[in-house]
């Protein structure tokens, strides 16, 4: 039997989150993938069921038309699928007004944020999509299409966009807006904003002046910390959609039951009262951050290098493997746990075994080609701090140097070495760049130093020859003895140094 088309005439009431419209558009989203709209969406139609406003979202997706076509097909419909090893949920946010594609619609985009209803603009365009250098920090530059942007072309990068957005605005008027990220970035809204002034400072002076005053007093970017786990959609969920809701929806969104997002409250032009989906407004995001992305991000990252080496497709069977799980603990515990400052209403005992919980969710099928892709930009953040201030007590970080080799296995193995299939399957900017290295240096310790004096770990790093070295020893066991013996090695190191 062939199902009707998900569209506002075919929701059934009761999935749908809220019941307000139409609604008026006052949020951009750059990045209409899945998080944004098993989070930020959710959040948004839990705001909406307890408080009208002017709070529709006009969603812009970079390049692919794909999510933006069935969105309008689907009158913007779309089911995100609650999957927990006891059952399933389907609900229907509904908060979408507009569905746009940056690549082929530019100065669509600029209007948008130029319009005056516009009062946020956010963002989920993966560590990748910020056009920054992970050695320096600062915006690329060199990259092309940040030349393109500030040639004055139409933006085809993010900060290209929003900067050249905000500069319609203030043309049009100059009315206040908010720019927040959702990504998974330390310190996520002022990174935003510094790349933001540093494309501003870049443009001719005239308009630099014009801009730039405007961000000085008009423009907030806000941090926030943001988790759901939400793996890629496939036919199973649209199945599961279908069994719900008895309709065909081809862009359903699958996510864990667990969600949060803290945020500063700094919203010049208002925002959604998101509090009513569970978001908590605090002063210290910064705190939260440097938790979930270091103990969350940070061990996840292992686990999913560790997982794809011993070809396991998804997260949960790849920590159900005791040699993975076991260097899970010991990365979190041992190297990532003593660099950060725990929220004082966190219980640290709760979190970890609820991260353990929510990685094993075997229901939720979390590719660790997904988790473990982009590595280049994300390791950056997340290992280098860490490692330091072990290094600097005199203690060698033996997990943080596994999850660099096991990476570096995953992206550019040594010659002779197949690191399987859904290694393969990570997708990487350095990837090419990182294989000539391994081409060029086949030992494994010039073939370390190399990648390090790159800077992919930033600049210290490379200088520290003892976790060079360590890095290099694990590269050898790896291509040697294989994933369970790198870990091993890891584990029995850690003992010696505790014991
Ligand atoms: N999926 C999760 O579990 C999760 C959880 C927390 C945070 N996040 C954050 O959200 C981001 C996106 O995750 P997702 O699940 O939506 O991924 P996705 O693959 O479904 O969507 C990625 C989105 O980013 C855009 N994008 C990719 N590269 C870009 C570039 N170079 N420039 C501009 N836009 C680009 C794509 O157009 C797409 O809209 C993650 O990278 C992370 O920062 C994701
Ligand atoms: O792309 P990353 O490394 O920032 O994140 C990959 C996963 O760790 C991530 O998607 C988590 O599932 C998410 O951050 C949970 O909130």
Not at 139 to 160: E, F, M, N, Q, Y
Not at 215 to 235: E, H, Q, S, W
Request: charged content about 20%; some cysteine.
């Amino acid at each position: 039997m062939t199902l009707p088309r998900l569209t506002a005439a075919s929701t059934p009431p009761a999935a749908l989150m809220h019941h307000r419209g139409p609604l008026e558009t006052g949020i951009v989203h750059l990045g209409l993938g899945n998080f944004h709209r098993a989070h930020q969406a959710v959040y948004t139609a839990a705001a909406l069921a307890a408080q009208d406003g002017p709070w529709g979202i006009a969603g812009v997706a970079s390049r692919s038309a794909r999510i933006a076509d069935s969105l309008r097909e689907q009158d913007f419909r779309y089911g995100t699928v609650q999957i927990s090893p006891a059952g399933t949920t389907v609900e229907v946010p509904a908060v979408h007004t507009a569905a746009l594609v940056a690549a082929t619609q530019p100065d669509a985009v600029l209007d948008a944020i130029a319009a005056p209803g516009t009062r946020i603009v956010t963002l989920t365009v993966t560590e990748h999509g910020y056009t920054y250098s992970p050695v320096t920090h600062r915006l690329d530059l060199d990259h092309p299409g940040v030349r393109g942007d500030l040639a004055g072309a139409p933006p085809s990068t993010t900060i290209g966009q929003i900067a050249r957005g905000l500069q319609r605005r203030v043309r049009a008027g100059g009315a206040p807006i908010t720019v927040l990220s959702c990504d998974n970035l330390t310190a996520n809204g002022e990174h935003t904003g510094r790349l933001v002034r540093e494309f501003v400072a870049a443009l001719p002076a005239a308009e630099s002046a014009e801009l730039s005053s405007y961000l000085d007093t008009a423009v907030r970017f806000p941090n926030c910390m943001v988790d759901r786990i939400v793996p890629a959609t496939t036919d199973r969920y649209r199945q599961d959609v279908a069994r719900a809701l008895g309709v065909r929806d081809e862009i359903p969104v699958p996510a864990e039951p667990f969600t949060m997002w803290v945020l500063e409250d700094d919203f010049i032009a208002g925002r959604p009262a998101w509090e009513h989906g569970g978001a908590v407004f605090s002063d210290d995001v910064e705190a939260y951050e440097l938790l979930k992305l270091r103990l969350l991000n940070g061990t996840h990252s292992l686990i999913a290098y560790l997982g794809a080496l011993d070809e396991r497709a998804i997260i949960p069977d790849a920590v159900a493997q005791p040699f993975v799980e076991q260097a899970a603990r010991s990365v979190l515990v041992e190297d990532y746990l003593p660099s950060v400052r725990v929220p004082a209403d966190v219980d640290l005992d709760g979190y970890v075994a609820q991260l353990f919980q929510r990685w094993s969710n075997t229901a939720l099928g979390h590719g660790t080609h997904q988790v473990g892709s982009d590595g280049s930009v994300k390791l950056a953040q997340r290992i280098p701090e860490p490692a330091r201030l072990h290094l600097d007590r005199g203690r060698m970080p033996h997990h943080l140097a596994l999850t660099v080799a096991a990476y570096l296995q995953c992206i550019a193995p040594p010659a002779g070495f197949e690191p399987g299939r859904y290694a393969a399957a990570m997708s990487d900017p350095a990837r090419p760049a990182l294989a000539d290295l391994a081409a060029a240096q086949p030992a494994p310790q010039p073939f370390v130093q190399a990648v390090l004096d790159t800077g992919l770990l930033g600049t210290d790093l490379a200088g520290h020859r003892e976790f060079v070295d360590r890095v290099a020893e694990f590269r050898t066991i790896l291509t040697t003895h294989g994933s369970s013996a790198a870990a091993a090695e890891a584990a029995s190191a850690g003992l010696a140094v505790s014991a």
